[in-house]
């Protein structure tokens, strides 16, 4: 085990060894050498999802939420009607973004253990022909719930209205296939299911639609279309590039690649998932959403029924024994979340369930 704590959480986590020391060289900015490592990068992106016929990958800098507001921005016409609907904290920043970008927007609420539903997507669209876009939290990390990606993008396409799809904590171990799952835009960024360091965003835009969004942007900086024009051009970064960042995310792709793709990393978070569901039952905690809408990502487990309980201190007492829990992010329950994402050491969800249980046992000895 390193001296670090493992990172149980969806990103920032634990990236690899060969990754860490990928970022121990310096890099033009201009140099060849590094344009090289970017266009190996998009072109990458681009092949994970089968892109390349019709889409155009462009890479941002910043984390995700760069690049989601730098889609909305980008892509819906300033006239533009965006419909979120809404079941976690993710899918309500979309919709911040576009009241904050002046983007009319309207939302379909369900509950934080509730799925977003395909036939409701497709009744609003039928009821509403202002609409121009659905922006779709695919895996909502604030509880772990997978929202149904094919069967709306297959309503918002039966509609002729374009999808955006926040794809931060699945691209990469969820297979997504741009031949057959009609989108607009994907987001996601270099320290999610690729295992990276955080710093970069990138945006999955298809071809057609990206080459009509010239000046729809409100901001230079997060203008994608400027981007792409621009790295076209001259096969640079617009403005200063995380270099070591890229040139981690590059090294972090070729170990995703190495591994299986797709289908071995997410066979791996799965199996840490069932894992992790199976040892929390047998230590006595709840998880708070049912198994078939659990995406392999990330679970979010009720609070442990103690009057002792804190989640700072239980925070404290695992992450003594080597691992950092993620806190909760829901309106209504007590929670905490364990992600299945990262390098997990040796032991892997083992040494996870072995720590969590030593602390429980702690604070049900200490009534
Ligand atoms: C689904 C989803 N969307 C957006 C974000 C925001 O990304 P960031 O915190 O990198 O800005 C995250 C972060 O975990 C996420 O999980």
Redesign the pocket.
């Known amino acids: 085990m390193t001296s670090e704590p493992y990172l149980l959480t969806?990103?920032p986590l634990t990236i690899s060894l060969r990754t860490k020391q990928s970022m121990l060289r310096d890099w033009g900015s201009w140099d060849v050498d590094f344009n090289n490592i970017t266009a190996r990068v998009r072109a990458r992106l681009l092949d994970i999802i089968h892109g390349a016929a019709t889409h155009e990958c462009v890479p941002l800098q910043g984390?995700?939420?760069f690049g989601?507001e730098a889609a909305i921005g980008t892509l819906v016409p300033r006239a533009g009607h965006v419909l979120v609907p809404q079941n976690g904290a993710?899918c309500q920043?979309i919709t911040r973004i576009c009241r904050v970008l002046g983007r009319r927007v309207t939302t379909i609420d369900y509950a934080e253990d509730q799925p977003v539903s395909a036939t409701d997507i497709d009744q609003a669209l039928a009821a509403d022909s202002s609409i121009t876009h659905v922006a779709l939290?695919h895996?909502?990390?604030s509880t772990g719930i997978l929202n149904p990606l094919e069967a709306i993008a297959q309503a918002a396409a039966r509609h002729g209205r374009g999808l955006i799809i926040?794809a931060?904590?699945s691209f990469g171990a969820l297979e997504i296939d741009a031949r057959t799952t009609p989108f607009d835009a994907l987001i996601a960024?270099s320290g999610k299911c690729l295992e990276g360091p955080?710093g970069m965003s990138f945006v999955i835009a298809r071809r057609a639609a990206l080459e009509r969004c010239e000046g729809n942007c409100h901001s230079l900086a997060l203008d994608l279309h400027d981007q792409w024009v621009y790295m076209r051009k001259t096969a640079q970064w617009r403005y200063t590039p995380p270099t070591h960042v890229v040139a981690a995310f590059d090294a972090a792709i070729a170990q995703f690649l190495e591994e299986g793709g797709v289908a071995a990393r997410g066979a791996r978070y799965a199996a840490n998932c069932r894992t992790l569901l199976e040892g929390m039952r047998r230590l006595g905690l709840r998880c708070f959403l049912p198994a078939a809408i659990q995406a392999p990502i990330i679970v979010t487990f009720h609070a442990p029924e103690h009057p002792r309980y804190q989640f700072n201190s239980f925070y404290d007492a695992v992450k003594a024994r080597g691992y950092i829990l993620y806190p909760g992010k829901l309106t209504a329950a007590d929670t905490f979340r364990v992600g299945c994402m990262g390098q997990l050491g040796e032991k892997g969800m083992a040494g996870v369930l072995e720590a969590v249980g030593a602390v429980l046992a702690q604070l049900r000895a200490s009534t």
Do not use: L, N
């Open positions: 969806p990103g984390s995700g939420t989601v993710y920043r939290v895996c909502e990390t926040d931060m904590s960024a955080p």
